[in-house]
């Protein structure tokens, strides 16, 4: 009886010793697999976290944008009236010079 169960076993063995490396072929796809997953994973979290970033960097450049237009505007009403105050200083200068120049001493 022992004869019997021995030939049973041994297909059994011999189909075992060709699937090993098959599973270990399988094995290493899984791996493969669970690695590159693992990737895009973290590459999608990476792309996710770069986008939110992107999104609040141009929301900033674009309040910056506005507020050195605000500036601009302002330098500009600045730079119109100092030259409104040159003119008339100007203007003053030349009056009391004239006014220097008539009186007789």
């Not at 011999?14 to 669970?34: C, M, N, R, T, Y």
């Amino acid at each position: 009886m022992s004869d019997e169960t021995e030939p049973t076993l041994q297909p059994d063995l011999v189909v075992e010793q060709h699937d090993l490396p098959g599973a270990g072929i399988v094995a290493l796809f899984k791996w493969s697999a669970d690695l590159a997953e693992g990737n895009s994973r973290y590459a999608l979290e990476v792309a996710q976290k770069l986008s939110r970033r992107l999104v609040a960097s141009e929301a900033r450049v674009a309040e910056l944008e506005l507020r050195l237009a605000e500036l601009e505007e302002s330098v500009q009403v600045y730079r119109d009236r100092s030259e409104q105050a040159e003119g008339w200083l100007q203007k003053i200068s030349s009056e009391l010079q004239g006014r220097i120049a008539v009186k007789p001493h």
